[in-house]
């Protein structure tokens, strides 16, 4: 991507004092609240006035994160949410790259004129909606871009705290660095952000550490008594109903990774989890090699993300749903599992 346009265009943004807000996408992750906050952090240091909405809560694995005790959640405070939106001078969007996936927020954005930045890494953008973006799908996460970004502004602009933001970030949306890495730069930001951040061992232990006792039984069963191992197929699926959930006091984050077990068995290609929610069905998919779950995502469950993973979404049942998924599975040649 040719970033000289987006410096253009930010630097004369940042060029006078402004009111930013900041937004991330619905159920936010480490990486949305690890980028909107090393973004946060770096703005206000610049002299900036900036506030931060999320369309709402996110986990207490990520609730440490400098900053992250500042941004206004949606469900929680309307309000203040829809005021910041509005006041602002300049709206920046990160880790996602359309308004649909705003949740809420997407009313509230779409009535306001000001400028608005994209900042992410996902896959299909509509940069027609942007004053300016630094889209780029070939990097491990929104993190990675802020760093870069950053450290355009130099070496300095860069404290403890945005350092340890965005190791979150960029730790979380690669697995702790088993996947979605597809350059050598990944690693030589990581080491540059290492030195400035608090240790790793601590970043590490603070979000992954964080188990309750239903939470690690909630995998254990999932594995156990869930997964379906399909036979003429590479594909493993993962169910879990919403009394199933309730009966291991689901809360908020607790089926986050289970996914990526079943990819540790050597014939997985494919692995999705389908659980059932409030008011819809979510499918969460990760994939081994090149096989795009973002294509299947986006062709069969209203959803997409990246190459190894993705997202969806149906509005039948959870039933319907792993029927839906297990008829689609002949056009995938490539999924077809030879002994
Ligand atoms: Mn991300």
Known sequence: MQTSHFFECFDELLGSPKKFTLVCHVNPDGDAIGSMTAM??????????????????????????PGASDILL?????????EAIAMSDCIIMLD????????VLHNE???????????????????????????????SSASEIVTEIILHYGMECLSEEIATCLMVGIMTDTGAFSHSIYHPRTFELCAILDAKSIPYNLIHQRVYDTFSEGRLRLLGYS??????????????????????????NYQVGDTEG???FPLTIKKIKVSVLITERQDQIRLSF?????FSVHELAHKHFKGGGHTNAAG???????????????????????LRYEV
């Open 40 to 65: 946060s952090l770096f703005l206000s240091n610049k002299g900036h006035y900036v506030k931060m909405v999320a369309p709402n809560s996110f986990p207490e694995f990520l609730q440490w994160i």
């Open 74 to 82: 949606f469900d929680r405070d309307q309000t203040a949410c829809q």
């Open 96 to 103: 996602f790259n359309s308004l649909a996936r705003s949740g």
């Open 109 to 139: 954005i779409g009535k306001t004129r000001c400028p608005r930045v994209l900042i992410d890494h996902h896959r299909d953008p509509d940069l027609s909606q942007f004053y300016c973006s630094y889209s780029e799908t070939c990097v």
């Open 223 to 248: 594995i156990d008594k869930k997964m379906e191992i399909l036979d003429d197929y590479a594909v493993a699926i993962i169910s879990l109903s919403k009394s199933e959930l309730d009966s291991f």
């Open 258 to 260: 289970i996914v990526n």
């Open 286 to 290: 990760r994939s081994k090699g090149d």
């Open 312 to 334: 969806g979404t149906t509005t039948t049942t959870l039933e319907e749903t792993i029927q839906k998924l297990k008829s689609i599975l002949p056009e995938y040649e490539a």
